[in-house]
């Protein structure tokens, strides 16, 4: 990773590093302020390092000129990672024991290269849509992406068993499915569950009215699409503010409002029944909407219709 590798544009820090791997180079990863700050200090502190001039290039770089790649090394990361993760007192999985005691994590699971299959799992638990995703890894496969992160057929199945009974209609009143009926006779699309019958059986690719869900009522959302919903209605604000700033027709801008509010109401209505439910039961459905989004995003099946003009290019 080269020294100066921070780029700030709009007030939004990206990371530059180069995919060495694939001879794509200075690449762009948005980070947090925190995380910048952390690298603004450290290239504070590398001028007082006694560095050989052939490595001073290098964000971490070998204080030795015997480096013949300049940097820090793979090898001497994972030994260096190796030696710090031995050497913690303690390290607790998930869970207890039968007598109540913190099951001890395995220590042989962390090594570098796991961090970046954490990085694609935090941004699948979070609802982060995988050509997104996909993006972010640098990655010109989906497939490649999708081999980051996947569910098991019993954790999904469990977590459908949750959701299965807070799903609603497109105005937010309740209408509970069985389990069977949330896996086999609706579709994931975009901002919810579809149940309409040509678009169930074209697996999400057939929608009659071009997937605007709030006016229609075969629409089934369920909380595990709160992220992407409220996503979507600061899409459509965006777009109706685009659309007055062009004297677009009212119609169109009326049709916009008439979405945001309709989403906006279904979102509401869920927020509010899950404000209501004890901390346990908000907390066991919180967790299988993770678990299906993140099962969602892992999907092989393209859940819109899209087009590309640019060329193709090889599978990473």
Same mark, same amino acid.
């Given at each position: 990773?080269?020294?100066?590798?921070?780029?700030?544009?709009?007030?939004?820090?990206?990371?530059?590093?180069?995919?060495?791997?694939?001879? %794509?180079?200075?690449?762009?990863?948005?980070?947090?302020?925190?995380?910048?700050?952390?690298?603004?200090?450290?290239?504070?502190?590398?001028?007082?390092?006694?560095?050989?001039?052939?490595?001073?290039?290098?964000?971490?770089?070998?204080?030795?000129?015997?480096?013949?790649?300049?940097?820090?090394?793979?090898?001497?990361?994972?030994?260096?990672? %190796?030696?710090?993760?031995?050497?913690?007192?303690?390290?607790?999985?998930?869970?207890?024991?039968?007598?109540?005691?913190?099951?001890?994590?395995?220590?042989?699971?962390?090594?570098?290269?796991?961090?970046?299959?954490?990085?694609?799992?935090?941004?699948?638990?979070?609802?982060?849509?995988?050509?997104?995703?996909?993006?972010?890894?640098?990655? %010109?496969?989906?497939?490649?992406?999708?081999?980051?992160?996947?569910?098991?057929?019993?954790?999904?199945?469990?977590?459908?068993?949750?959701?299965?009974?807070?799903?609603?209609?497109?105005?937010?009143?309740?209408?509970?499915?069985?389990?069977?009926?949330?896996?086999?006779?609706?579709?994931?699309?975009?901002?919810?569950?579809?149940?309409?019958?040509?678009?169930?059986?074209?697996?999400?690719?057939?929608?009659?009215?071009?997937?605007?869900?709030?006016?229609?009522?075969?629409?089934?959302?369920?909380?595990?699409?709160?992220?992407?919903?409220?996503?979507?209605?600061?899409?459509?604000?965006?777009?109706?503010?685009?659309?007055?700033?062009?004297?677009?027709?009212?119609?169109?801008?009326?049709?916009?409002?008439?979405?945001?509010?309709?989403?906006?109401?279904?979102?509401?209505?869920?927020?509010?029944?899950?404000?209501?439910?004890?901390?346990?039961?908000?907390?066991?459905?919180?967790?299988?909407?993770?678990?299906?989004?993140?099962?969602?995003?892992?999907?092989?099946?393209?859940?819109?219709?899209?087009?590309?003009?640019?060329?193709?290019?090889?599978?990473?």
């Amino acid at each position: 990773m080269p020294h100066h590798c921070l780029e700030t544009t709009h007030g939004q820090t990206s990371l530059i590093w180069n995919n060495h791997k694939r001879h %794509r180079h200075r690449r762009r990863l948005p980070i947090t302020e925190s995380t910048a700050q952390a690298i603004r200090t450290w290239q504070a502190r590398r001028p007082h390092l006694p560095l050989p001039a052939t490595n001073d290039a290098y964000l971490f770089p070998a204080l030795s000129s015997y480096s013949s790649a300049g940097h820090l090394n793979a090898n001497y990361i994972s030994e260096t990672l %190796r030696a710090w993760v031995d050497s913690l007192p303690a390290l607790h999985a998930e869970g207890v024991d039968a007598s109540g005691n913190p099951l001890p994590f395995d220590r042989t699971l962390i090594y570098p290269y796991a961090f970046r299959h954490s990085y694609a799992q935090r941004h699948a638990d979070a609802g982060t849509p995988v050509d997104v995703l996909r993006e972010l890894m640098d990655h %010109r496969s989906i497939a490649m992406t999708q081999r980051y992160y996947q569910v098991s057929l019993k954790r999904k199945r469990a977590a459908v068993a949750t959701l299965s009974t807070h799903v609603v209609d497109r105005l937010g009143q309740p209408a509970p499915s069985t389990t069977a009926s949330y896996e086999l006779r609706s579709v994931a699309v975009p901002y919810g569950g579809c149940t309409e019958p040509s678009n169930v059986k074209a697996g999400g690719a057939s929608c009659p009215i071009r997937f605007q869900c709030a006016s229609c009522g075969f629409y089934r959302p369920d909380p595990s699409y709160l992220p992407a919903i409220e996503q979507h209605i600061n899409e459509l604000r965006a777009d109706r503010e685009t659309a007055q700033a062009m004297d677009a027709a009212t119609f169109v801008i009326t049709a916009l409002s008439d979405q945001i509010t309709a989403f906006e109401q279904a979102v509401t209505r869920m927020k509010t029944r899950l404000a209501a439910m004890p901390a346990h039961e908000r907390q066991e459905i919180e967790h299988a909407s993770t678990l299906l989004r993140r099962a969602r995003a892992a999907s092989h099946h393209t859940l819109l219709p899209l087009t590309t003009t640019d060329p193709p290019q090889s599978p990473s």
